[in-house]
């Protein structure tokens, strides 16, 4: 048997509108191997201000959570030229986004790549295709904290891909802050989705596809509560609308009552049930399952042909 060849560490890291991510990994022959996760839900979209700017409390939130990081990179001693540090939806707006990297790059010392809607949305496929099985063409839905990107695809080519204005965390604020919530917070949110979703509906469903992948916190957060209570991995709309319901019987906003949702994943479920139920709704969808992996992964996967590409080069 051939010796594979193993890769020095190398490190992607997302920062999200909902959650900062680093995988560490190795090239195991031509494939990327994970030998460390670090994640931390900085929820950065929650702290944009009326004015655009990103409050001190939740940027400060965020460099904490990138002096952690620096540590890992550290301890794994991963080399300055083996890390990609991408970034999406909130520091694409925020009016004070160069404060944000003035103050991040003496703690994490790499430059922070702020990628478009679009560019995000090809990651999130690519990660998707290198760490989910599922034939023919599909549909690849990815809830962020401040964006939601869709995207069609078959194998390793993009039919369609699209970022909408719209996630977890700004949902959070804007319909579902006050609890116990109500079933108009929920048709208020799904008529939003809706709002933005009509220009591009004709298409999707002129696209089809024949099968629905997930791949973002509010779908993670959904199957592991479906996976806490032994059921069906799969999200269904009568799965949605029992999950809105139990939510509407909560009194507490952090839904101590549902069985199986942990503190972490509490303050965006409504949303993120909110934000799923419009989707199935509008474009007909039956079923949906959780892709293993999404824009981290896809950003691990870039790494690791730009280190190849490097390494031949020599």
């Not at 994640?39 to 950065?44: A, E, N, P, S």
């Not at 109500?182 to 979703?197: G, K, P, R």
């Not at 009568?238 to 303050?267: C, H, M, T, W």
């Amino acid at each position: 048997m051939p010796l594979l060849t193993v890769s020095q560490p190398y490190a992607a890291i997302t920062l999200g509108s909902n959650s900062f991510n680093m995988l560490v990994a190795n090239t195991v022959g031509n494939k990327p191997t994970v030998i460390a996760k670090y994640k931390r839900k900085v929820r950065l979209a929650e702290g944009i201000g009326d004015d655009g700017i990103l409050s001190e409390h939740v940027m400060q939130r965020g460099l904490d959570c990138l002096a952690m990081f620096a540590d890992m990179l550290a301890q794994h001693h991963i080399a300055r030229d083996n890390v990609a540090v991408f970034a999406t939806a909130t520091l694409r707006v925020i009016a004070n986004a160069d404060e944000f990297h003035q103050r991040a790059m003496p703690i994490l010392q790499h430059q922070i790549e702020v990628i478009s809607g679009l560019r995000e949305a090809e990651l999130i496929y690519q990660g998707m295709v290198a760490t989910t099985h599922c034939d023919g063409r599909r549909l690849v839905i990815d809830i962020g904290g401040a964006s939601t990107e869709l995207i069609i695809g078959d194998g390793n080519k993009v039919l369609f891909k699209t970022s909408l204005p719209f996630g977890c965390v700004l949902f959070n604020q804007r319909f579902f802050s006050q609890a116990p919530l109500h079933i108009t917070d929920f048709e208020q949110a799904i008529d939003y989705v809706n709002a933005i979703l009509a220009a591009y509906r004709s298409q999707l469903l002129e696209l089809g596809w024949q099968s629905v992948v997930g791949a973002s916190g509010a779908v993670q957060s959904v199957v592991s509560v479906l996976q806490h209570r032994q059921g069906s991995e799969l999200i269904t709309l009568e799965i949605l609308y029992a999950f809105r319901d139990e939510i509407l019987s909560q009194v507490d906003e952090n839904f101590l009552g549902i069985k199986g949702l942990n503190a972490e994943q509490a303050p965006t479920f409504a949303a993120g049930v909110a934000i799923l139920t419009a989707l199935f709704e509008s474009l007909a969808i039956t079923s949906l399952q959780l892709a293993g992996g999404a824009l981290r992964e896809g950003v691990l996967q870039l790494l690791a042909e730009r280190i190849a590409a490097s390494t031949r080069d020599r």
